[in-house]
């Protein structure tokens, strides 16, 4: 399979500074069968209570796995999703909200161009014979700088990796039985597979929809607006 390599609503009232930035953090293995269950309110509770100045909670995704943190510090994606992590005894990976920002229409104009009328930009979804995927991605958080083979599986289609760190996908909505297929486990794989035997040590990966990218996106623009 040809790889492309690609270069580089819940609303909060918090007010921000001009010189706060945004960060996206994905939680790995909650709400999920064999793992803990965490609500809105046991993450608000959890993120409130650490007594860091520095990196406070902005926003909530739909499925609490998909959280905005405001840090005064710059480039500190590691450092809150440590912080995160710390507070909540879940594996975490961070990205720069300016880095989603990026991430969303290069995936949607990547979709276009391989799928073409196939696409729905607005659902974010391709409809091929054998039913409907959504486009997504996969976040990990360790980088592979040189090339790794990643195999499509039946219901994973892999497109082009964004960066080092970060691989564009399509899943399948749903088996022939009519089961529903989850960004899950079976997303995740297809990359932490790889990524362990190019870096020999292991990799955290975690995946989300573009639509769920889409909704942390405008919870970040929503409190930068809410500062002018």
């Given at each position: 399979?040809?790889?492309?390599?690609?270069?580089?609503?819940?609303?909060?009232?918090?007010?921000?500074?001009?010189?706060?930035?945004?960060?996206?953090?994905?939680?790995?293995?909650?709400?999920?069968?064999?793992?803990?269950?965490?609500?809105?309110?046991?993450?608000?509770?959890?993120?409130?209570?650490?007594?860091?100045?520095?990196?406070?909670?902005?926003?909530?995704?739909?499925?609490?796995?998909?959280l905005v943190i405001k840090?005064?510090?710059?480039?500190?994606?590691?450092?809150?999703?440590?912080?995160?992590a710390r507070q909540i005894?879940?594996?975490?990976?961070?990205?720069?909200?300016?880095?989603?920002?990026?991430?969303?229409?290069?995936?949607?104009?990547?979709?276009?161009?391989?799928?073409?009328?196939?696409?729905?930009?607005?659902?974010?979804?391709?409809?091929?014979?054998?039913?409907?995927?959504?486009?997504?991605?996969?976040?990990?958080?360790?980088?592979?700088?040189?090339?790794?083979?990643?195999?499509?599986?039946?219901?994973?289609?892999?497109?082009?990796?964004?960066?080092?760190?970060?691989?564009?996908?399509?899943?399948?909505?749903?088996?022939?039985?009519?089961?529903?297929?989850?960004?899950?486990?079976?997303?995740?794989?297809?990359?932490?597979?790889?990524?362990?035997?190019?870096?020999?040590?292991?990799?955290?990966?975690?995946?989300?929809?573009?639509?769920?990218?889409?909704?942390?996106?405008?919870?970040?623009?929503?409190?930068?607006?809410?500062?002018?």
């Amino acid at each position: 399979m040809l790889l492309l390599r690609l270069r580089d609503s819940n609303r909060s009232s918090t007010r921000i500074s001009a010189c706060t930035h945004l960060y996206c953090v994905f939680i790995y293995g909650i709400n999920i069968r064999g793992c803990p269950t965490f609500t809105r309110t046991t993450i608000q509770e959890r993120l409130s209570c650490s007594g860091q100045d520095d990196f406070t909670l902005a926003w909530i995704g739909p499925r609490p796995d998909t959280l905005v943190i405001k840090s005064q510090t710059r480039d500190a994606a590691i450092y809150v999703a440590e912080w995160v992590a710390r507070q909540i005894d879940r594996p975490v990976v961070g990205r720069d909200s300016d880095c989603i920002g990026t991430l969303c229409p290069k995936a949607v104009d990547l979709a276009k161009i391989q799928f073409k009328e196939r696409f729905d930009p607005i659902k974010c979804a391709v409809k091929l014979d054998n039913g409907l995927w959504k486009l997504g991605a996969v976040f990990a958080n360790h980088g592979v700088p040189g090339p790794v083979v990643m195999k499509d599986t039946t219901v994973v289609k892999v497109l082009a990796r964004f960066q080092e760190d970060t691989v564009i996908v399509l899943k399948r909505e749903q088996m022939d039985s009519g089961v529903r297929i989850t960004w899950g486990e079976r997303v995740n794989k297809v990359v932490r597979s790889p990524w362990q035997s190019a870096l020999s040590r292991s990799v955290l990966c975690t995946s989300r929809s573009v639509t769920t990218l889409r909704k942390a996106l405008e919870a970040s623009a929503n409190l930068s607006h809410n500062h002018q």
